[in-house]
């Protein structure tokens, strides 16, 4: 039986980019089966090096990161980041080398979504048998209950609406009317989803995500009078919304006030000790507890120091149960400043800025998409911290700048 390359090409990446979410665990030996793909393909000359500036900016970035572990206080946790960020260097690697034959998108589109597909039902499961486990203890319904066997849910919102556009763009353009329905049922569907994940930032980018869409699509279609009255109409139903699931509104009004209280008296708010501190709450002493330590090593704490700079700073606040956390920043912007300084934030800002004019020029609505989630979600949590963000982000992005010429151009695909 005669090997076809092309086809084992295109399903191995199909493997690579929907099985790791279903079994996060096995993520290293897909992408290490996808090399050694990749370098078949070389020898047999299927596969053709195309030189990127941007993908060459994302594979220097290991480097530059690695040089700040060599004064590490912990070498063990720089080699643990360090590990953790060879991504930087594999994707973009492996997908500098372009297929000299089309590959099928609708076909990696729909491995994808049968994945994410998958993945949620089996949280939804796993949630329902916990939920009757704990005495119907609606906790267990939500969060990391929800999620946590895969990912974290902040991870998992990103992964929803990368899902959500690539259904919308089939409900806009539908090629069945079944397909025009389905598109619909599941957009309302990963909707719903992000009131059990309870990730508010991954819920304000749905929002902002479904708005641009719907407000962009009816624009087009029917004009400003139409596009006002739908809006005033969606913002009416998201304060419903609101207002009648108590997880979700508590955790705005939560945000609202914690909001207001630090605005009022920042030292107050930072260096007052109290009790128990979550979420949002901590965020905020957190991101000024960085800007501090910013402030203080404008060139960087370095690799694997940040844990034991963070909770020093943490302790001269006065926040002591704070400190004993061993919290990241939450914010992955402010990590990697810490971590490297200035010019690593300058590093990393410059490959997401790349990244949406590449996507813009090339009309990569896919590539804006996963690029817009991944920095919208960085500024509450730290996503290049766990694989879930590292892998999602670099993955996706470095597919469609490296080889999407191989895609066969789709009228509804812009």
């Known amino acids: 039986?005669?090997?076809?390359?092309?086809?084992?090409?295109?399903?191995?990446?199909?493997?690579?980019?929907?099985?790791?979410?279903?079994?996060?665990?096995?993520?290293?030996?897909?992408c290490l089966l996808f090399l050694v793909i990749v370098?078949?393909?070389?020898?047999?000359?299927?596969?053709?090096?195309?030189?990127?500036?941007?993908?060459?900016?994302?594979?220097?970035?290991?480097?530059?990161?690695?040089?700040?572990?060599?004064?590490?206080i912990d070498p063990q946790e720089a080699m643990f980041g360090i590990e953790k960020k060879l991504s930087f260097v594999l994707f973009p690697l492996v997908f500098s080398f372009v297929p000299t034959f089309y590959?099928?998108?609708?076909?990696?589109?729909?491995?994808?979504?049968?994945?994410?597909?998958?993945?949620?039902?089996?949280c939804y499961l796993g949630a329902f048998f916990n939920y009757e486990e704990h005495n119907y203890n609606a906790a267990y319904l939500f969060s990391s209950h929800f999620s946590g066997l895969f990912h974290?849910?902040?991870?998992?919102?990103?992964?929803?609406?990368?899902?959500?556009?690539?259904?919308?763009?089939r409900w806009e353009a539908p090629r069945t009317m079944r397909e025009h329905l389905l598109s619909a049922v599941g957009i309302l569907f990963l909707l719903y989803t992000h009131v059990h994940l309870e990730s508010l930032s991954g819920l304000l980018f749905a929002v902002l995500l479904?708005?641009?869409?719907?407000?962009?699509?009816?624009?087009?279609?029917?004009?400003?009078?139409?596009?006002?009255?739908?809006?005033?109409?969606?913002?009416?139903?998201?304060?419903?919304?609101?207002?009648?699931?108590?997880?979700?509104?508590?955790?705005?009004?939560?945000?609202?006030?914690?909001v207001r209280n630090y605005v009022k008296d920042p030292y107050a708010y930072t260096h007052l000790p109290r009790g128990e501190i979550r979420g949002n709450d901590a965020r905020l002493i957190l991101w000024t507890a960085s800007a501090e330590i910013l402030r203080e090593h404008p060139n960087g704490v370095g690799v694997g120091n940040l844990p034991t700079t963070m909770e020093a700073k943490l302790l001269e606040f006065g926040q002591v149960n704070l400190a004993k956390e061993h919290l990241n920043p939450h914010n992955q912007f402010f990590h990697t400043a810490v971590e490297t300084g200035w010019i690593g934030l300058l590093w990393l800002l410059g490959m997401l800025i790349s990244m949406l004019w590449y996507g813009w020029k090339y009309k990569q609505g896919i590539l804006i998409i996963?690029?817009?989630?991944?920095?919208?979600?960085?500024?509450?949590?730290?996503?290049?911290?766990?694989?879930?963000?590292?892998?999602?982000?670099?993955?996706?992005?470095?597919?469609?700048?490296?080889?999407?010429?191989?895609?066969?151009?789709?009228?509804?695909e812009s």
């Open 103 to 122: 590959l099928n998108k609708r076909f990696l589109e729909n491995g994808f979504l049968i994945s994410l597909f998958l993945m949620l039902f089996a």
């Open 39 to 72: 370098i078949a393909g070389i020898v047999k000359k299927e596969l053709t090096f195309k030189f990127n500036g941007i993908l060459l900016g994302v594979a220097l970035f290991l480097p530059y990161y690695s040089l700040y572990a060599m004064n590490a």
């Open 1 to 30: 039986m005669k090997f076809n390359y092309p086809r084992v090409y295109q399903w191995v990446l199909l493997l690579l980019l929907a099985a790791w979410m279903l079994f996060p665990g096995l993520t290293g030996l897909f």
């Open 152 to 169: 974290h849910p902040t991870y998992v919102s990103v992964f929803c609406a990368l899902g959500i556009f690539m259904l919308f763009k």
């Open 210 to 258: 479904m708005a641009c869409l719907v407000g962009y699509w009816l624009f087009k279609k029917q004009g400003w009078t139409v596009l006002i009255g739908v809006f005033t109409l969606g913002m009416l139903v998201s304060y419903l919304g609101i207002y009648f699931i108590p997880s979700l509104r508590s955790n705005v009004l939560d945000s609202v006030s914690f």
């Open 370 to 412: 996963v690029v817009c989630a991944f920095a919208f979600n960085s500024f509450f949590e730290s996503m290049l911290e766990r694989q879930s963000g590292i892998v999602f982000w670099l993955l996706w992005s470095c597919l469609f700048i490296g080889i999407y010429p191989a895609f066969k151009i789709q009228p509804n």
